[in-house]
């Protein structure tokens, strides 16, 4: 197959729009993109700081190197890459030299930070505690916590992640089943801040995970595609398989759950205003009176 922009043969095939792109052409249409979500998830004034939550994956190895391509040679902006370090066994060790080797590749600041220090326990140790089918419960409370904290004590102003479309549409479905209104009209990318947070922006938001991989693959990025040994467990993976089998019978399906998302997210944050937040006894914005992570800590250290 040709490309349907030249004549140089296509490396892929796009189903959702019948095109056939070569490796330039790619590069092309996935940068295209993920500008114009910078562009309308961003407002630069001033100096700014960015964050990127860097796990050495193809996503957010692809958002980092993106985000630097386009903002990072910006005078009045900073990028910074932080990786949490969970404390899985066989598994992070081999990916954060990836992040390590791209942040040396393209001066940029790396931090990491772990579970160890800001919760006292590894995840591995979590889940000999609990349950390995609550792995993924823990690691998102604390990774999130992990991010916060670390972001907000660099003077971060606002925080990248690496979520691409497909986990953007199964996220919105999850919602939508669980019936939790609510937390779908607070899913990123975040137009205001609260205090304590530090808002999150989605530049990958739109852009499919083969495309992601992709993209990764042919510039050269060092990536890693080692599976977290407890991914087996988590729920998300029953919405990707109904998601995947309805986008392979009806292409742009992903498109279509996050662009009514998009039309009705307006709606929903004015039927579901931002709740103000306490403060936790541990210093982070919580709903309740204690925050999820400290509620976890006080279950694991009871057994």
């Not at 796009?14 to 993920?34: F, M, T």
């Not at 392979?248 to 709740?275: C, K, N, V």
Request: a positive charge.
């Amino acid at each position: 197959m040709r490309c349907s922009k030249c004549s140089a043969p296509a490396v892929t095939y796009i189903r959702y729009n019948g095109s056939h792109l070569c490796p330039a052409h790619l590069l092309e249409y996935v940068e295209r993109r993920v500008k114009k979500e910078v562009r309308s998830q961003l407002r630069l004034e001033g100096e700014t700081h960015i964050a990127v939550g860097a796990s050495g994956g193809k996503d957010s190895q692809t958002a980092l190197f993106l985000l630097t391509e386009i903002l990072g040679r910006r005078r009045n902006v900073r990028v910074t890459a932080i990786t949490v370090d969970e404390g899985i066994a066989g598994y992070r060790p081999e990916t954060v030299p990836k992040v390590r080797e791209l942040c040396r590749e393209l001066g940029v600041e790396h931090v990491v930070v772990s579970f160890e220090e800001v919760a006292g326990l590894s995840l591995d140790t979590m889940v000999a505690r609990t349950d390995a089918r609550e792995a993924c419960t823990y690691c998102g409370v604390f990774r999130r916590r992990c991010l916060n904290i670390t972001a907000r004590e660099l003077g971060v102003d606002v925080l990248a992640l690496g979520h691409n479309l497909d986990d953007m549409a199964q996220s919105v479905l999850m919602n939508i089943t669980r019936g939790d209104v609510e937390r779908l009209a607070r899913l990123g990318p975040h137009a205001h801040a609260q205090p304590g947070l530090v808002p999150r922006i989605m530049p990958l938001r739109t852009v499919p995970e083969k495309e992601t991989y992709l993209y990764a693959l042919l510039s050269g990025l060092p990536f890693s595609d080692a599976e977290c040994p407890y991914a087996v467990h988590a729920l998300r993976n029953e919405y990707r398989q109904i998601i995947d089998g309805m986008e392979h019978r009806h292409p742009g399906t992903r498109h279509a759950i996050l662009g009514s998302y998009d039309r009705l997210r307006p709606l929903m944050r004015e039927g579901f205003p931002q709740a103000k937040l306490r403060e936790c006894a541990c210093g982070e914005p919580t709903l309740n009176e204690r925050c999820m992570a400290c509620e976890m800590l006080e279950r694991l250290k009871k057994g």
